[in-house]
């Protein structure tokens, strides 16, 4: 079962179908050589990467995870500054410590194969694992990077859907806007406290607000790295990180009481956050992470700047985020590979434009109008970064995202009846225009900036 929090991933960057999902799909694959015990007796592995993963996951650090991952490392887990000295260590030695138990002969540039002509026809994101001994093959399997570090297999990606609503019983299912806000009305809730008594069939309610305040922590953390760290970012763009400078300027310039200046800072947390993204750094996955940084862009905004911030107010922007994030999830995509950047910080907008809507005490109907609205104008949105590094549109956008999100809050709570458009009628033309999109515009650095923009 998919629940609200189960949006939001803390791991680490630049991508959570390019990094975040491969480095699980290597840890689960290595899991299951374990549990076959088969672990001690291959000798050799082989990992082959298709379509959107071949094509930017150089950019992506898909290599990197899938390597880590095969080490026995978790992207929760795993120290940021050991993430690319490992796998310098074994293309030096060639050998990796498979499962960090078993030490096996690794040659990078033999074991690790790249099909940037093919796709896997389940998944534009597909990857093939296999174990050998000597030239005999013992185990093999595909997985699917399916958006916002969520994996998947041969099976389970033929009933997605399906998986994600059978394994509990929750007192409120729901797969679309329109079942959502009608069991809120009906039973007199608040989102957060529908999404929050589905929480409960799994977990003790202490453990929903611990999970909850941990992500909402490492966001904030993730911005007051991002606000502090200067310097370069890695990938051989030379693109400089520009969220200190830039903090330093607006807090000099003491212009922070207007709202027009409020949504500048929250520009430059949202900034912060996906330029440390882009440095292999802890970040949340909101829901992806080339998206991280406009939640915790409007998070700060709502902290720092708004009255009567409590923990219980952010528990409540969290889980509301987390509810709209859901119905992308049942009824589109948040994978860029499959829509564009729609699915991403579009996503994104949306889930902190209701969440933010919602803790600014917003009616049912207002938190269904802001998730729509962001949605709306956020529809045909591309994914081309340059050199496929999830840098050049990816940073800027998050800022420009969240001042979106505030506004767009600001506008919902204008008024309060429902538009000619719904949410779900926007879900819907989303993953519409994602599939008419081009694949030169999902993930594959083939078309847009990717290639008009000279990389010196
Ligand atoms: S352009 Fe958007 S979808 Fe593409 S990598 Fe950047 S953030 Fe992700």
Redesign the pocket.
């Known amino acids: 079962m998919l629940g609200a929090l189960d949006m939001f991933g803390i791991g680490i960057g630049p ?1 959570s179908s390019h990094t975040i999902g491969p480095m699980k799909a290597a840890l689960d694959f290595v899991n299951k050589l374990k549990d076959q015990g088969l672990l001690m007796q291959l000798n050799r592995i082989e990992v082959h990467l298709y379509g959107s993963l071949a094509l930017t996951g150089e950019g992506h650090g898909t290599m990197l995870a899938v390597l880590n991952g095969l080490c026995g490392e978790h992207p929760k887990t795993v120290d940021p500054d050991t993430f690319i000295t490992r796998v310098d260590q074994i293309k030096q030695i060639k050998q990796l410590n498979l499962g960090g138990v078993v030490k096996i002969k690794f040659d990078y540039q033999q074991d690790l194969l790249i099909h940037k002509e093919q796709f896997l026809p389940k998944h534009a994101n597909g990857m093939y694992f296999v174990a050998y001994i000597n030239d005999k093959q013992l185990f093999a399997k595909h997985y699917y990077s399916i958006g916002g570090g969520f994996i998947a297999d041969d099976d389970s990606i033929d009933n997605l859907s399906a998986n994600s609503a059978n394994d509990y019983v929750i007192p409120y299912p729901f797969k679309t806007a329109r079942e959502l806000f009608s069991l809120c009305k009906t039973n007199n809730m608040t989102v957060a406290q529908l999404v929050f008594a589905n929480e409960l069939v799994r977990k003790e309610p202490s453990e929903v607000r611990n999970e909850a305040l941990e992500i909402i922590n490492t966001m904030r953390q993730s911005v007051q790295r991002g606000i502090t760290i200067e310097g370069n970012l890695p990938g051989g763009l030379n693109v400089r990180r520009r969220a200190p400078g830039l903090y330093k300027k607006l807090n000099n310039a003491q212009i922070k009481d207007s709202l027009h200046d409020q949504r500048l800072l929250a520009m430059v947390f949202a900034i912060g956050v996906n330029e440390e993204n882009a440095s292999f750094s802890r970040i949340v996955t909101a829901p ?1 992470n ?2 991280a940084g406009t939640i915790p862009g409007v998070l700060e905004y709502y902290v720092r700047y708004e009255e009567n911030v409590n923990d219980d107010k952010l528990i409540d922007f969290i889980l509301t985020c987390g509810a709209i994030g859901m119905l992308y999830k049942f009824g589109a995509s948040i994978s ?1 590979a499959e829509v ?2 729609q ?3 579009g996503v994104a907008c949306s889930m902190a434009a209701a969440g933010l809507t919602a803790v600014l005490n917003g009616s049912l109907i207002q938190v269904d109008k802001a998730a729509e609205i962001a949605m709306e104008h956020s529809l045909g ?5 340059i050199g496929g590094l ?1 840098q050049i ?2 940073i800027e ?2 800022g420009v995202a969240a001042s979106r999100a505030i506004d767009i809050a600001k506008l919902a709570l204008l008024e309060n009846e429902e538009g000619k458009v719904s949410l779900d009628d926007v879900i819907k033309t989303m993953m519409q225009t994602g599939r008419d999109m081009s694949m030169h515009y999902k ?1 594959t650095s083939l078309g847009g900036l990717a290639v008009n923009v000279v990389n010196c």
Do not use: Q
């Not at 949105?381 to 970064?385: A, E, G, I, S, V």
């Open positions: 991508s992806t080339g998206s860029a564009g950047c699915g991403e910080i949105m591309t994914c081309d970064p999830v549109p990816c956008r998050n993930e």
